[in-house]
Nanobody, 113 residues
């Protein structure tokens, strides 16, 4: 099983990025999918998650700016990030929770001021 994340990069404050994460391999019944963010010196924090039924949860810091979505047929989760701020900078890791939790390799998002 592999999770391939893409879409990170360098963007100016106020800009947008869209992250994608596709799960491949033999995965039976994915439940939650989502994104965590890692900043040096801080704990990895949950940014957003989406359940198999489409329910969503966001960190307070991104509510109203980020939108998480998923395509169950493609086992893919997306994170649309708008109105980006320098504090959104970090490595974003996607995950897929089935019987076990699978992680993507991380994609770097840098927001310049």
């Amino acid at each position: 099983v592999q999770l391939q994340a893409s879409g990170g990069g360098l963007v100016q404050t106020g800009g947008s990025l869209r992250l994608s994460c596709a799960a491949s391999g033999s995965i039976f019944r994915i439940n939650d999918m989502g994104w965590y963010r890692q900043v040096p010196g801080k704990q990895r924090e949950l940014v957003a998650l989406i359940t198999s039924g489409g329910g969503t949860k966001y960190a307070d810091s991104v509510k109203g700016r980020f939108i998480i979505s998923r395509d169950n047929a493609k086992n893919t989760v997306y994170l649309q990030m708008n109105s980006l701020k320098p504090e959104d900078t970090g490595v974003y890791y996607c995950y897929a929770k089935a019987v076990v939790v699978y992680w993507g390799q991380g994609t770097l998002v840098t927001v310049s001021s």
